[in-house]
């Protein structure tokens, strides 16, 4: 968000005070005067709580230095000049880091020019500071100015001031820092609308981060108000058939339609609101969205396992190791905002609501649930399977083969955790003979090929989204004993 170009030689000073003469301006056109859609909002505005004073300056050439403010933050900085030659420029670029030399690194920041410029107009004694703007920092890179004094420059750190709740302390130094960090990002990306990073060109309002922080939140920092606002921006950005966006105020083009656990913040977060505050108003003006959302899902998923309109799909984001299949990922999200849903019904009261969401919930349980008759390849992803089989006393003396089918990727199997081969090609064929004896065992199946989501920080090229390259079971799986059927 650049605040662009600030240019003295332009300003018009005074205008904002009684008695300037603007007939030099071309007047305002009127277009409506209807303010029906007009509404005051509910929610604290941004102020700037804390200013930070430089911890370190470094001169890296002879008008340019580093500044560091010691706490990464979400603001603007405040720059005084003594005197700045009329067309002379001072530019000012944020960054979270350093790289290896010691200047700024961002590549992190994708596209965003995280840049102010400030143009003189040979007037001494100035005071910048951007108005339309703010970056997420903790160094910035100051250049134009040969000799500046610390007491020159502060960071403003910017959020929504909403009231904090309390402190924490204890006698570890490590847990306070931690605690510390918690409540800084909360500051940071709590700017109007909970967003999901404060510093490079995204800054949008992911309803999946906000419905996974809520809870962390709401001990931090009264947020009713700040809530209250976003579920109304969450509430405009619904679709006309009912579905919940990914991110609100909804930004056309960016991931349109909700996916698995994005959407369903549009249910969780009402939830979580009314659990924190035992408010049931958060519910009262929520219940009809979670109900749309929940019918949009079953009516485009009938068999109860959430495979299609599941927007960009993240899967399971951010998953360390192995991800877990898709379908898992989307049909628990289904579940899990089925059940909330009957719950707030019964809060307040909607036996209706209620009595047919929980059987919806419990409907999708039992399919989730049912592996005898679906089988393992229902829940396909290039993921681990893990299933407890009972083998007959046959198994003792006979010879035990696993089946895998059709499989797209590398296969691997364990039984009872050690391992019992791997395939890489077709046909996926195991002789568990010896490992596999009468009685239970547990089978795990991992597959392997799956591009998992990741975001990776310090590199501009960071998203590997699921389903560009998909593995996984295809097919029945089959465990047979030589003589038996199929178990």
């Not at 500046?148 to 820092?177: I, M, N, Q, Y």
């Not at 049912?370 to 229902?378: I, K, Y």
């Not at 239970?440 to 990741?454: E, K, M, N, Q, S």
Request: hydrophobic letters at 40%.
């Amino acid at each position: 968000m650049p605040d662009g170009t600030h240019d003295l030689r332009h300003a018009a000073d005074g205008w904002e005070l009684p008695g300037f003469d603007d007939s030099g301006w071309s007047p305002a056109l009127v277009t409506d005067a209807d303010h029906r859609l007009l509404g005051a909002s509910v929610d604290e505005p941004v102020r700037a709580t804390a200013v930070l004073r430089p911890r370190s300056v470094t001169r890296i050439s002879p008008d340019t230095h580093i500044v560091g403010f010691g706490q990464n933050l979400a603001g603007r900085v405040r720059l005084r000049v003594g005197e700045l030659a009329a067309g002379a420029r001072v530019v000012i670029r944020h960054a979270e880091v350093l790289d290896g030399s010691d200047r700024l690194y961002t590549a992190n920041l994708r596209t965003a020019a995280a840049t102010d410029v400030l143009i003189g107009d040979g007037r001494a004694h100035i005071v910048f500071e951007p108005r339309f703007t703010y970056h997420g920092f903790r160094y910035v890179e100051i250049s134009g100015i040969p000799e500046p004094p610390e007491s020159d420059f502060v960071a403003l750190a910017l959020h929504s001031d909403t009231p904090w709740a309390g402190e924490f302390d204890c006698s570890d130094a490590k847990l306070r820092r931690l605690h510390d960090c918690v409540a800084w990002g909360q500051r940071s990306n709590f700017v109007s609308v909970p967003t999901d990073c404060p510093q490079r060109d995204e800054r949008l309002g992911r309803l999946a981060d906000a419905q996974v922080f809520l809870p962390t939140a709401a001990l931090n920092a009264d947020v009713a108000a700040f809530f209250t606002k976003w579920l109304r921006d969450i509430d405009d950005a619904r679709t006309p058939d009912g579905g919940f966006s990914n991110v609100a105020p909804r930004l056309v083009g960016v991931c349109d339609e909700g996916a698995p656990g994005w959407g369903d913040a549009g249910v969780i977060i009402p939830w979580h609101l009314y659990r924190c505050y035992d408010d049931p108003w958060f519910l009262a003006r929520a219940l009809e969205g979670m109900c749309a959302w929940i019918d949009l899902i079953h009516r485009h998923n009938p068999d109860l396992v959430w495979r299609r309109r599941v927007g960009p799909h993240f899967a399971d984001w951010l998953a360390p190791g192995t991800p877990t299949p898709r379908d898992v990922v989307a049909t628990a999200c289904f579940a899990h905002s089925a059940r909330l849903t009957a719950k707030a019904a019964d809060v307040l009261g909607r036996k209706d609501v209620q009595e047919r969401r929980h059987r919806l919930a419990d409907d999708i349980r039992s399919t989730f649930a049912d592996w005898e008759t679906r089988g393992l390849a229902e829940y396909s992803g290039g993921v681990r399977y893990r299933r407890v089989v009972p083998l007959p006393a046959e198994a003792a003396t006979g010879r035990v083969r696993l089946d895998l089918g059709r499989v797209r990727g590398t296969a691997q199997v364990r039984v009872d955790g050690a391992a019992a081969g791997v395939r890489v090609c077709s046909p996926y064929v195991f002789d568990l003979t010896g490992p596999a004896g009468p009685g239970a065992h547990t089978l795990d199946i991992a597959v392997f090929g799956t591009l998992a989501p990741r975001l990776d920080a310090t590199s501009p090229t960071h998203f590997a989204f699921p389903g560009q390259r998909v593995s996984g079971l295809l097919g029945s799986v089959r465990l047979r004993v030589d003589g038996e059927a199929p178990v």
